[in-house]
């Protein structure tokens, strides 16, 4: 791990004192360094966006208003359980999955997660594009299955499903939903996509590491036409708190925190999702057809009935609500 450069250690030295003003002085000996030095690195901190109020013969005051995503302002929300997790933020990703893959593959460790405020070629189900624009929290973790008291896929999917919305709740006070499979919506619009990847040993067949990613529309203003009417935001056209640090956290800490059985992630899945007792067209494969959603079995799969009576269960594929 590369030393932390003195614009980052008073960066978290500042998170941990927000709305506080601290003295260069009492800056400089914390840190060893000149006063110089310690203006310097608040001129770099000023540099990202960062809202510091400097005055003379008072010190730095690190404002409450400050809601740039960073591992310095993340890690003090975090949970014990969560305490040693990884954390990258990038300023620009070809995809935190692609990175995520990368890591996992170089062997990074159960739990690590990787974060950009952009994604240049960001990904959903099925390869489709994610837009990625400014205003998203877009995450990836690497999830090491001898550290899951589950293995099916649907579970993980169905787990982060349930952690962004407890998130978003706990948070903002919001209450999403989740519509089947693995989109979470909020005032009839989708605020949050989710995408699960594992890597299975060849000769034995068991899996090595999967990657889940998540993209959440924090408070993105603006969706290219093909969208609008479909995604928006937790905060969308009304001004956003200074709490994106603390929702990434709180996201971390419901994926990582001491797994619950599989019954009991479904369970909670099943009181979210926004599409039961609904019709709707149901997208499987080359298949397209009308049904009546009635229920999701013990594994997440999506219970529907046609008109003509059959009942089908959909392990894959898409659905559209009518009206």
């Known amino acids: 791990m590369m030393p932390a450069t003195l614009k980052n250690r008073l960066l978290e030295l500042f998170e941990q004192h927000r709305g506080e003003t601290l003295s260069g002085e009492t800056l400089a000996s914390i840190f060893g360094v000149s006063r110089n030095a310690v203006w310097k690195a608040v001129c770099e901190l000023k540099n990202d966006g960062y809202r510091i109020d400097a005055a003379t013969h008072r010190g730095y005051n690190f404002l409450d208003t400050n809601d740039i995503l960073s591992e310095q302002g993340i890690r003090p929300h975090l949970k014990p359980f969560a305490a040693e997790a990884q954390i990258s933020v990038l300023p620009t990703a070809e995809s935190t999955n692609k990175t995520a893959r990368e890591a996992a593959a170089s062997g990074a460790e159960h739990g690590s997660v990787i974060f950009a405020h952009r994604q240049t070629a960001g990904k959903g189900r099925n390869g489709r594009e994610f837009v990625s624009a400014d205003g998203g929290i877009y995450m990836s973790f690497v999830l090491r299955p001898e550290f899951l008291p589950f293995m099916a896929p649907t579970a993980v999917t169905a787990l982060a499903a349930v952690a962004v919305c407890e998130a978003v709740e706990s948070v903002t006070g919001k209450s999403p939903s989740i519509k089947w499979v693995n989109d979470v919506f909020l005032g009839g619009l989708k605020v949050c996509g989710i995408s699960t990847e594992a890597v299975t040993d060849f000769e ?14 924090y408070d993105t203003k603006e969706f290219p036409e093909h969208l609008r009417g479909v995604a928006g935001s937790i905060f969308g056209k009304e001004g956003a708190p200074a709490v994106k640090n603390r929702l990434a956290a709180e996201v971390i800490n419901r994926i990582l925190a001491p797994k619950k059985d599989e019954p009991e992630i479904f369970a909670s899945y099943k009181k979210r999702l926004n599409m039961l007792k609904k019709t709707v067209t149901v997208y499987a494969g080359n298949e397209v057809f009308e049904a009546f959603t ?7 799969h999506l219970i529907v009935k ?15 609500v009518r009206g």
């Open 204 to 217: 034995s067949g068991k899996i090595s590491w999967i990657v889940l990613g998540l993209g959440i529309n």
């Open 294 to 300: 009635w229920d999701i079995d013990e594994c997440g």
């Open 306 to 320: 046609k008109a003509d009576g059959e009942t089908r269960v959909l392990n894959a594929g898409e659905i559209s």
